[in-house]
């Protein structure tokens, strides 16, 4: 089985202070499953260990680190999208594309999503409760 890894899951684990039993769930599936990724998904990961570099949160030795333990991953990447679904799901459910993505790579492949994203996590369960199932955080998250 497979599930939809959203960015903001990674940089849960790889943020100290930034855990989530969302996160830890999907690691813990990682441990059996392969999660499936857009391609910006590497972008984003990256982006935002950028960011957290920058901000001083890591220091270059600390994100090189965390782009090892990413490689790591066991990620199948799509290359497939459908960009006009994507783009209408953002429309519609009133997220980013970049979100959109993650968003119509869990239906097109039925497979649930993993996001610490409240818009996300949103629009996935307007549009396919299940898309959340296991991994909604006690908040509603």
């Known amino acids: 089985m497979s599930f939809v890894l959203d960015a903001s899951v990674v940089l849960a684990w790889l943020l100290d202070d930034e855990d989530d039993p969302v996160a830890r769930v999907a690691l813990?599936?990682?441990d059996t499953?392969?999660?499936?990724v857009p391609q910006v998904w590497h972008v984003e990961v990256r982006s935002a260990l950028l960011g957290a570099e920058r901000r001083r949160r890591l220091r270059p030795v600390q994100t090189d680190d965390?782009?090892?333990r990413v490689r790591e991953l066991p990620v199948q990447t799509d290359s497939a999208p459908d960009i006009d679904r994507a783009f209408a799901l953002a429309r519609t459910r009133r997220l980013s594309v970049y979100d959109a993505l993650y968003l119509e790579l869990a239906l097109r492949t039925g497979t649930p999503i993993a996001t610490l994203d409240r818009a996300l996590a949103g629009a996935a369960r307007t549009e396919s409760p299940a898309l959340v199932q296991g991994f909604a955080s006690?908040?509603?998250a």
Do not use: I, K, Q, S
Not at 33 to 36: G, M, S
């Open 138 to 140: 006690p908040d509603g």
């Open 28 to 30: 813990e599936r990682l």
């Open 33 to 36: 499953e392969t999660a499936l």
């Open 66 to 68: 965390c782009l090892a």
